[in-house]
């Protein structure tokens, strides 16, 4: 792609009006890679500054920014500094916002309910004063599986206040996937729901939560929101109603001031081997990190609503809730799936509710485009302003799909990439930078990236190693009770380099694009290629809606590439389409990068976040043990590959 490639360019009055253009006039920097540079380059100065202009409320000021005695993976952030996320979130906002909305929660039948800022804070504090009477204590972990409604974000800011640790789980998850991540915690109390909705069927979360502590000693007490009001198997003395529970409970609850380091939540992560990754995220660094990201990249502000299309589970869903309120925004929330009862359930939502900013993956625009535009169309949809995309690299056509008709060529679409270890982003696309479609403006300030060759030196228009080389607020404290595997998994390949994981590559003109993770890359006849790539060309194909790239053993070519393609409705799986797809690579790819099979799916296995396992793909193709599956959402996707094998 060359600058021609732009899509959309700012107005020059309105960037200046973004905070991260504010922020870049008060500081006397005149583009965006001199703040870049200079927020590497001075910790102290960077975080400092963002602290102020955040407004960041401190009950006892740090004494510096960081403290890297303990070399560059285990840093201390803001050292001496005591705060509570919670009170970040509602307390420094009720003077001014007590009457605006603060979550707005929709269920999957229509049912819509608000909390101010208010009402949150009361019910913030009700739960937070049952948990404490239930014997939650600073440092201990509360489990949290809960849909995605206002329960969900009550639950994870009463644990916070208290300065316990939340844990949560993906909504789906079986009992087994629950247990797994509960006793790994050693959770006390788990809070879930009776049932919820999914596609008109009844999603039994308690039975599911009973199974999972049966096999967890730690838990004493399970709270259960009465959500359906289905009926559910009940233990005395363990189980208690969440509303019967809080009600003779006092709103006012003061926020335990804690170190900044001290943990806020533990999320895990699925990896190739082994079991999910406890992945500890602090008060300060997660929170700090959050907020910085909302503002400078987002352009989050009072008044803002945001809707992301995901789930409590994945780290997208905390950061949904407290980076919205932490800037005074209003949090959009919902239980069920796009496109049910209808193909247009996130336009009404987007519509109704007047988002101002929508999170959307290209899995869920991929699976949303075979409906139609006609979809969109009755919807008003003009108090969107930014459309923010993450999870997995972008292909064209959904792109453009997603550009022209849900943001009328005149909203951003800002792609957004890191990862829960971060605490958010590494790479975005920025509203004061012009963009080319699927691309990345560059590293989000305050990260150090870069892209490493094989010799671990930067590289440019060819594919590498993302990396980080500076450490920054909001990287895990590590993996809970790991630190082994966390340095193992971050930080063994290159001396002090943090690398990722996924394969970036840089153009002529300085864009950044992310080509997939680097344990699923081909390397075919000696030329590395990211599977993304192959799959953006199948896509790209009239009759492919959706397609997964992986790389098995070749006698001649060391690696070879198989890919499974999900048709179109109207198309049907024929040797000739088979072949038309395979030339249809290699026109565009090169002869070297001929599929040497394409294989027809019903659909592909993926996470509950939307990225392709291809991990699974590639094992089940092989006929190996695929590995952790907890964090996968469709069982049928493993069936439907091994049929189209």
Same mark, same amino acid.
């Given at each position: +792609?060359?600058?021609?490639?732009?899509?959309?360019?700012?107005?020059?009055?309105?960037?200046?009006?973004?905070?991260?253009?504010?922020? +870049?006039?008060?500081?006397?920097?005149?583009?965006?890679?001199?703040?870049?540079?200079?927020?590497?380059?001075?910790?102290?100065?960077?975080?400092?500054?963002?602290?102020?202009?955040?407004?960041?409320?401190?009950?006892?000021?740090?004494?510096?920014?960081?403290?890297?005695?303990?070399?560059?993976?285990?840093?201390?952030?803001?050292?001496?500094?005591?705060?509570?996320?919670?009170?970040?979130?509602?307390?420094?906002?009720?003077?001014?916002?007590?009457?605006?909305?603060?979550?707005?929660?929709?269920?999957?039948?229509?049912?819509?309910?608000?909390?101010?800022?208010?009402?949150?804070?009361?019910?913030?504090?009700?739960?937070?004063?049952?948990?404490?009477?239930?014997?939650?204590?600073?440092?201990? #972990?509360?489990?949290?599986?809960?849909?995605?409604?206002?329960?969900?974000?009550?639950?994870?800011?009463?644990?916070?206040?208290?300065?316990?640790?939340?844990?949560?789980?993906?909504?789906?998850?079986?009992?087994?996937?629950?247990?797994?991540?509960?006793?790994?915690?050693?959770?006390?109390?788990?809070?879930?729901?009776?049932?919820?909705?999914?596609?008109?069927?009844?999603?039994?979360?308690?039975?599911?939560?009973?199974?999972?502590?049966?096999?967890?000693?730690?838990?004493?007490?399970?709270?259960?929101?009465?959500?359906?009001?289905?009926?559910?198997?009940?233990?005395?003395?363990?189980?208690?109603?969440?509303?019967?529970?809080?009600?003779?409970?006092?709103?006012?609850?003061?926020?335990?001031?804690?170190?900044?380091?001290?943990?806020?939540?533990?999320?895990?992560?699925?990896?190739?081997?082994?079991?999910?990754?406890?992945?500890?995220?602090?008060?300060?660094?997660?929170?700090?990190?959050?907020?910085?990201?909302?503002?400078?990249?987002?352009? +989050?502000?009072?008044?803002?609503?945001?809707?992301?299309?995901?789930?409590?589970?994945?780290?997208?869903?905390?950061?949904?809730?407290?980076? *919205?309120?932490? +800037?005074?925004? *209003?949090?959009?929330?919902?239980?069920?799936?796009?496109?049910?009862?209808?193909?247009?359930?996130?336009?009404?939502?987007?519509?109704?509710?007047?988002?101002?900013?929508?999170?959307?993956?290209?899995?869920?625009?991929?699976?949303?485009?075979?409906?139609?535009?006609?979809?969109?169309?009755?919807?008003?949809?003009?108090?969107?302003?930014?459309?923010?995309? #993450?999870?997995?690299?972008?292909?064209?056509?959904?792109?453009?799909?997603?550009?022209?008709?849900?943001?009328?060529?005149?909203?951003?679409?800002?792609?957004?990439?890191?990862?829960?270890?971060?605490?958010?982003?590494?790479?975005?696309?920025?509203?004061?930078?012009?963009?080319?479609?699927?691309?990345?403006?560059?590293?989000?300030?305050?990260?150090?990236?870069?892209?490493?060759?094989?010799?671990?030196?930067?590289?440019?228009?060819?594919?590498?190693?993302?990396?980080?080389?500076?450490?920054?607020?909001?990287?895990?404290?590590?993996?809970?009770?790991?630190?082994?595997?966390?340095?193992?998994?971050?930080?063994?390949?290159?001396?002090?380099?943090?690398?990722?994981?996924?394969?970036?590559?840089?153009?002529?003109?300085?864009?950044?694009?992310?080509?997939?993770?680097?344990?699923?890359?081909?390397?075919?006849?000696?030329?590395?290629?990211?599977?993304?790539?192959?799959?953006?060309?199948?896509?790209?194909?009239?009759?492919?809606?959706?397609?997964?790239?992986?790389?098995?053993?070749?006698?001649?070519?060391?690696?070879?590439?198989?890919?499974?393609?999900?048709?179109?409705?109207?198309?049907?799986?024929?040797?000739?389409?088979?072949?038309?797809?395979?030339?249809?690579?290699?026109?565009?790819?090169?002869?070297?990068?001929?599929?040497?099979?394409?294989?027809?799916?019903?659909?592909?296995?993926? #996470?509950?976040?939307?990225?392709?396992?291809?991990?699974?793909?590639?094992?089940?193709?092989?006929?190996?043990?695929?590995?952790?599956?907890?964090?996968?959402?469709?069982?049928?996707?493993?069936?439907?590959?091994?049929?189209?094998?």
């Amino acid at each position: +792609m060359s600058l021609s490639d732009i899509i959309w360019r700012p107005d020059a009055a309105a960037a200046e009006r973004t905070r991260i253009g504010r922020f +870049m006039r008060r500081h006397g920097l005149s583009t965006l890679e001199a703040l870049q540079r200079r927020s590497v380059e001075d910790l102290e100065w960077y975080w400092s500054e963002v602290s102020r202009d955040l407004d960041w409320r401190w009950s006892t000021p740090y004494e510096k920014v960081a403290d890297l005695s303990r070399g560059i993976p285990w840093p201390r952030w803001f050292p001496g500094g005591r705060m509570n996320l919670t009170a970040n979130c509602i307390d420094k906002h009720l003077a001014r916002r007590a009457a605006e909305p603060a979550i707005i929660s929709e269920a999957e039948n229509g049912e819509s309910r608000t909390l101010t800022y208010r009402q949150l804070a009361d019910e913030v504090g009700r739960l937070a004063n049952t948990l404490k009477r239930l014997g939650v204590k600073a440092g201990d #972990t509360v489990g949290i599986f809960l849909p995605m409604s206002q329960e969900a974000a009550i639950a994870i800011l009463a644990c916070t206040r208290i300065g316990a640790i939340y844990a949560p789980c993906f909504s789906g998850f079986g009992a087994t996937a629950v247990a797994t991540r509960l006793s790994s915690c050693e959770a006390r109390v788990l809070i879930t729901a009776d049932a919820f909705s999914r596609r008109g069927n009844t999603i039994p979360m308690k039975q599911t939560a009973d199974e999972a502590v049966a096999e967890c000693p730690t838990i004493r007490h399970v709270i259960v929101h009465r959500r359906s009001g289905a009926a559910v198997a009940w233990t005395t003395g363990r189980d208690l109603w969440w509303h019967e529970a809080v009600a003779s409970e006092s709103s006012s609850c003061e926020a335990l001031p804690v170190e900044a380091d001290h943990p806020a939540l533990i999320i895990y992560t699925s990896g190739t081997t082994g079991t999910p990754k406890g992945t500890v995220l602090s008060h300060g660094g997660f929170g700090m990190k959050n907020a910085h990201d909302w503002a400078y990249v987002f352009d +989050m502000d009072e008044g803002a609503r945001m809707f992301w299309v995901t789930d409590l589970g994945w780290l997208m869903g905390p950061m949904l809730i407290t980076g *919205t309120l932490l +800037m005074g925004g *209003t949090v959009v929330l919902f239980e069920g799936t796009p496109d049910y009862p209808k193909p247009d359930r996130l336009w009404q939502i987007c519509a109704r509710h007047s988002v101002t900013h929508l999170g959307i993956s290209p899995t869920a625009v991929r699976a949303l485009m075979p409906y139609g535009a006609d979809w969109i169309a009755p919807h008003d949809l003009s108090a969107l302003r930014i459309i923010g995309s #993450t999870g997995e690299p972008w292909n064209p056509e959904p792109y453009r799909w997603l550009f022209d008709h849900v943001g009328k060529a005149r909203v951003p679409i800002l792609n957004y990439t890191g990862g829960t270890e971060i605490s958010g982003g590494i790479l975005a696309c920025f509203p004061i930078c012009p963009i080319k479609p699927c691309s990345f403006n560059g590293a989000i300030p305050g990260m150090a990236a870069d892209c490493y060759g094989e010799d671990g030196k930067p590289v440019r228009g060819e594919v590498g190693e993302l990396v980080v080389t500076r450490p920054w607020p909001g990287m895990t404290n590590g993996f809970w009770h790991d630190p082994d595997r966390y340095l193992e998994t971050y930080w063994s390949r290159w001396p002090d380099v943090w690398v990722h994981g996924d394969w970036a590559y840089v153009d002529e003109d300085g864009y950044w694009f992310i080509h997939g993770r680097s344990d699923d890359t081909l390397k075919i006849a000696g030329k590395r290629v990211g599977p993304a790539e192959i799959e953006s060309v199948l896509v790209g194909h009239p009759a492919v809606n959706e397609a997964a790239a992986i790389g098995v053993p070749h006698d001649i070519k060391g690696e070879t590439v198989v890919c499974f393609a999900v048709l179109r409705p109207g198309f049907a799986p024929t040797d000739v389409l088979r072949g038309e797809l395979q030339q249809h690579v290699a026109t565009a790819m090169g002869k070297a990068l001929r599929p040497d099979r394409v294989l027809f799916a019903g659909e592909l296995p993926k #996470t509950r976040s939307a990225k392709i396992m291809r991990r699974v793909i590639r094992a089940t193709y092989l006929g190996k043990e695929p590995g952790d599956l907890s964090s996968l959402d469709n069982a049928g996707g493993i069936n439907a590959i091994r049929e189209a094998v």
